[in-house]
């Protein structure tokens, strides 16, 4: 056990294996070799860290942190600060991440993450709380939860998806049910797979395949696309293009 009232500043490289009862400031390498720091964690622009291990507090990050294990207070990802859950490992977070740099997952992301810069998910990339997209979301991977209010371009599996941003296909997108608020493109040669079904609030384009049920109440245009299952248009809705639907159309609006 290390214990110190004051912050210990690492310039060069510390292991941590055992206990660190401190705050740590780290500008040079750091790896979490399975240890427990206690203190507040300050991973400063030229610091590095990697590893497994568990922080007991928040961790700021304005360098690069490639790491697994647990964080229990707020992870604050600074402008320049790149994140990354690696492949094969789970971050968990309990009172999540706030994200002005880049986030890689490539892992398990166990928590929250509000997005206000970058995030890719890698293909085998797993977000289990609520992701909170408020600027540029790519990728392929499975999400628990997806807000969208910035501009998302995806595939792999949301289980409840709500968007008020841009929200585009890409390969096979699976969910379990989409609320879209703003503008779903579902891109040629992708195609979105609804459990449930798609509510279409505002603007919708179909130029790859839909599976599912549509439920339209605004703007939907066909634009050489497929919609394999049920159309219902509501009065109000609009539905034009070009386009097949492989499935009953029930139109109440234009």
Do not use: C, K, P, W
Request: proline fraction near 0%.
């Amino acid at each position: 056990v290390l214990r110190s009232v004051n912050v210990v500043q690492n310039d060069g490289n510390m292991s941590v294996a055992g206990r660190v009862e401190a705050s740590v400031n780290n500008t040079g390498a750091t790896v979490l070799a399975g240890g427990t720091v206690t203190g507040a964690f300050a991973n400063t622009a030229t610091g590095r860290m990697t590893g497994t291990g568990t922080i007991d507090n928040t961790l700021t990050n304005a360098g690069v942190a490639s790491i697994g294990g647990r964080v229990t207070g707020l992870v604050t990802n600074q402008l320049n600060g790149t994140l990354e859950v690696a492949g094969g490992g789970t971050l968990q977070v309990d009172t999540g991440i706030q994200n002005a740099g880049r986030v890689n997952i490539l892992g398990t992301l166990e928590g929250g993450l509000v997005n206000n810069n970058t995030t890719t998910l890698g293909a085998d990339g797993v977000v289990t709380g609520t992701l909170t997209n408020n600027a540029n979301l790519s990728g392929n991977g499975d999400i628990a939860t997806l807000v969208n209010a910035g501009t998302a371009t995806i595939g792999g599996r949301v289980d409840t998806l709500t968007n008020t941003g841009t929200l585009s296909s890409s390969g096979q997108l699976s969910v379990g049910a989409l609320t879209n608020d703003e503008l779903v493109r579902i891109t040629t040669g992708s195609t979105l797979s609804v459990d449930g079904r798609l509510l279409n609030r505002d603007r919708l384009a179909v130029g790859g395949t839909l599976n599912g049920t549509l439920d339209n109440h605004a703007t939907t245009v066909m634009v050489g696309g497929r919609i394999a299952g049920t159309v219902l248009n509501a009065a109000g809705g609009t539905f034009s293009g070009t386009g097949s639907v492989d499935g009953t159309l029930t139109n109440s609006g234009t």
